[in-house]
């Protein structure tokens, strides 16, 4: 016997390149390309020693009914982690257990199939039509459990509340999650729908809208006995999976309200802006609604694109993946930087006729 037929192997994530230097434009992973909340870093500023010294809450009592009293929720039916990831493999770990294949978009976030991998979950990959739009039919054959993001990544296409509740409607048998990591940027949240349906799970984060990626804090939403049977499991790995800083300063984030619809006005519009603009260079894309825009140029190929825009300092996304690879992902930077972007494209595209 060999000791190497006998492990767990995974096909881990492969998450986007976090190139250090100077000059550098990153526009590769959705982060905030503003601060966030001014009393978030005053607050850690203020840090003593004791946050490092002792255990943290492991119930992040602050932060959870902070989280509830924001959405209008009870504090039982908040469920934090350690970034989305961390939320989103622990639901995939709780609920997706009936040996039925669970359903996800072919062209979406790719760490569920990670996940899935990971957990031996059998699923099956629903392909999104033409436009990229989500085919409800898809999602009313029998399955083991539904996911999948809204706004979707990295299309950026928001689905409307009616098709989300139509695919709750016909599946009361499982748990479904929405992923709404982008929600924050202009989309209609679906959490009114856990008033009818305790099979829903809200997934969101404060990576993306809060500016608070490096922090790793992540929240699921759902009934009281959902968020409870994810508990159970979470309790069974660790207790103090979130570290007393991050749960300090992600309570200070959601104190911010103005400060925060502030930063999503500004992406949002310097979003219609760069729609605008990458119309005229010839670019065709979806109608993006999160912090991020997903390209096709119609004569220069996404591989091209990215490799000429990294050597010129500016990251973003490329999947050579089939029916999107000719696509960029472009997240949405500051004004200064998407001007530098727009700079280098119409560098690029005249220099391939
Ligand atoms: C960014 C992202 C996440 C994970 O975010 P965290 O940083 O782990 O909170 C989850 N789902 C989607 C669709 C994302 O784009």
Redesign the pocket.
Known sequence: MNWEDNIRRAVPYTPGEQPQGKGIIKLN??ENPYPPAPGVEKLLREMDSDSLRLYPDPDARELTETLAKYYGLRPAQIFVG???????AMAFLTFFHSGRPILFPDI??S?YDVWAGLFQIPYRECPLDGDFRLRTEDYLQENGGIIF?NPN?PTGILEPLEKVEEILRANPGVVVIV?E??IDFGGVSCLPLLEKYDNLLV?Q????SRSL?GM???FAMGGEKLITYLKNVKFSFNSYTMNRTALALGVEAVKDDAYFKNCNARIVETRERIKKELLKLDFTFMDSRANFIFAAHKRVPGARLFAELKERGIFVRHWEKPRIADHIRITIGTEEQMDRLLEALREILASCG
């Open positions: 992973t959705n350690v970034g989305s990831d961390d939320v989103l979406t976030y760490f993001p990544a992923d990591a982008y997934v984060t404060f990576s993306k990626a790793r804090i992540g």
